[in-house]
Structure formats: C-alpha cells, structure tokens
C-alpha cells in the first residue's frame, strides 16, 4: 500500500516537474505528448491504489473470519472441559459430563473420535449384541461400543429368565 502512495506521490512530482518544463515546451507536439505521458502515469498510479484497497479490504475480511474461528475453537474447547473419560467394565471407553458441570442434562456418553472431533454427539443405548455385551452407538460417527460384557453361564441364566 506505501509503494502505490510512493508511486502516485512521485506521478505528482513528474506532473509539476513537467509543468514547470511546459513553460519552456515551444512545440505543441511535445506538450501534448507530455500530457498524454503524465496521464498514462496517473491512471497507472489510480490503478495501484485501486488494487491496494481492494487487498487492503480482503485481509480485513480474512482477519475477521479468523477471529471468528478462533471464537469457536475456543467455544469447543471450554466445551470438552464439561467432560471426562469414562471406561467401562468392558474396557471401552467414552466421555461423560463432569459431575460439577452437568447443569441438569441427564447423564449421557460422547465417544472419543466425535471428541477429537470437537463435535459432541450423544452415544444411544444400542442393546445386546450377540447375546455377548451391551452396546452404546455413536450414529455420527457410526461407532458401536460394548460397555458390558457377560459370561456364557451369566447370558444362558438371563435367557433362561426371559423365555416363558
């Protein structure tokens, strides 16, 4: 932006240098010729400072957009903080609210990929799987994880209790 000021500054030199030069211009062609050169120059020098102002009002924008995503990087952040790694009896593991932070939400679980992710997703209750564990499914990041696992002895005394 200094050098198109510089640069329209010193088209203003050349203009009242070639002022002062007319003076001394006895043929018409030559004045002419120089009018036509000093105009050439401004408009080269308008055209520079076009071109700077337009630069100038892009990284103004580009300054705001970033400072809008570092809001928002700074939003999730303070966000995560409202968790905790929770591991589960089958050795898998979630985030879980903070006790301290929970404001009332019923107790939920955010899988740990959505979490690197900054996109916090409720885990739903899946149910059982293959007679085997408990699942807890994260349908945004199409994760299924067991939280519990149950025995050959402890699944056939459950379904013994279920069926008529």
Known sequence: MYTE???ALQSLKVISDWITANK???NYNELVAAVSEVSTKLMRANDSAIASQEKQAFLAQRVSELEKEIAGLKNRECEKQKYKLHEFPAGTRAFVPEP???SGEPLHYVCENCMDKSQISRMQ???FRDGKAFFL???KGNLLIPIITMSNALERNIRAKIKP
């Open 5 to 7: 000021i510089n640069a």
């Open 24 to 26: 001394s211009l006895s």
């Open 100 to 102: 301290s932070m929970q």
């Open 125 to 127: 209750p899946e149910g």
């Open 137 to 139: 499914k994260c349908h």
